[in-house]
């Protein structure tokens, strides 16, 4: 089991709350891990069809739609194509096991002071030359050692460790769709959250479907231009903005993360084009926070974000309209806290990770009575 970090974030190791990551880490041992080959991990996909002479399979899960011959893998490269029949090679095999506070996601209007029970499997359908994680969403699932953890387990993890969410985070969950779908599904039968950290590239129908078992979403917008996407990610930009018109449309809660990485998306042109498009589709409820890029993986050659950058940032979602900016990566930075966008008044102190609720009360600012969107439980 790896100890994994947010996915636009390079300052999470030390969340405090790793206790649970140490009792599966003590568990660890020759016997109980298991083989890539093993088949209890193999389960039929969602969201495909047979193509040419029946042999062939066109994935449908998210917007690379690969076309998959027989014996091989899609480029996310967890779901295999058997015999002409589509396949998940990693149902119930994760990676990465971890009790994190909800502000570590980041969700800032989401049930905060919480904890969310967080797995990843291995694999990712794009590749960020920034990747924090690139040690699990880069590997294939015979790649790395994994326990059987089905999502009864999952559940009974989490409530365990007394956290209220399940949050699927650290790679990109799109790719572990069906082990996701079930875990949200059985936890929201006992009562548990589900929270999906992800690069919103993802197709629309299983977005549905899935939101239908989600309390709440982070969507990370990696640039506002498609030579970004397509150059640092693998990925493009449209199908992510469609699915933040669909998570509007559906409103379900959600927010927004922006790495911020130095002389490659940082102009002031293209933060205030993103805010401007924010404001005009969505609105200026939803939470927008910049994020401090820190070399890693393919991109070593490139400082970390200066924090005067994320604070232009900033004051540029504030003019354009943007209602809760916050800066992320930044340790104990003001921009981090909740402020009424009416009177002023602090609502929500953060430090790191130590979360206090300080002037709002069911959803309201306790001073001018100002309503605060979020998902407050
Ligand atoms: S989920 Fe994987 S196999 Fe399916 S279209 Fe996306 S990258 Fe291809
Ligand atoms: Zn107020």
Redesign the pocket.
């Known amino acids: 089991m790896q100890r994994s970090v947010c996915a636009a974030c390079g300052i999470c190791l030390a969340s405090g709350l790793g206790g649970f990551q140490r009792v599966f880490a003590s568990q660890e041992n020759k016997k109980n891990l298991l083989s890539g080959t093993d088949a209890r991990f193999v389960k039929d996909a969602r969201?495909?069809e047979s193509v040419g002479k029946g042999d062939m399979v066109k994935?449908?899960?998210?917007?690379?739609?690969?076309t998959?011959p027989k014996g091989t893998?899609?480029?996310?490269g967890?779901?295999e194509n058997r015999e002409g029949k589509y396949k998940t090679l990693v149902y119930s095999r994760p990676v990465s096991m971890n009790v994190d506070p909800i502000e570590k996601k980041p969700l800032f209007h989401f049930l905060p002071g919480t904890k969310a029970f967080s797995i990843a499997t291995a694999g990712c359908?794009i590749e960020c030359k920034f990747c924090q994680n690139w040690q699990i969403s880069q590997a294939k699932p015979e790649d790395i050692d994994s326990q059987y953890v089905p999502p009864e387990k999952i559940v009974e993890h989490a409530l365990d460790s007394k956290s209220q969410s399940i949050a699927y985070t650290y790679s990109e969950p799109?790719?572990f769709?069906e082990y996701m779908y079930d875990t949200a599904k059985m936890g929201k039968e006992k009562g548990l959250h589900s929270v999906i950290i992800s690069n919103g590239f993802m197709n629309e129908k299983p977005l549905r479907e899935l939101c239908a078992q989600l309390s709440g979403v982070k969507i990370d917008l990696k640039a506002f231009t498609e030579k970004f996407y397509k150059e640092t990610c693998g990925g493009s930009l449209q199908p992510v903005l469609h699915t933040l018109e669909v998570l509007k449309e559906i409103g379900i809660w959600y927010e927004i993360v922006v790495l911020i990485v130095p002389t490659l998306n940082d102009s002031e042109k293209e933060t205030r084009e993103m805010c401007q498009w924010i404001v005009k589709t969505l609105g200026t409820d939803v939470p927008v926070h910049f994020s401090r890029f820190h070399p890693t993986y393919k991109i070593l050659n490139l400082p970390r974000t200066p924090v005067a950058t994320l604070e232009r940032c900033h004051a540029i979602a504030k003019e354009e309209g943007i209602k809760f900016p916050y800066l992320g990566n930044v340790w104990n930075h003001k921009l981090e806290n909740t402020f009424c966008p009416k009177c002023g008044k602090l609502l929500i102190r953060r430090q790191g990770y130590y979360t206090k609720i300080e002037g709002l009360k069911q959803g309201k600012c306790e001073k001018c009575g100002e309503a605060i969107p979020g998902f407050w439980g």
Not at 73 to 76: A, S
């Open positions: 969201f495909w994935c449908r899960l998210c917007p690379h739609e690969c998959v893998r899609g480029i996310c967890v779901r359908n799109t790719i769709y």
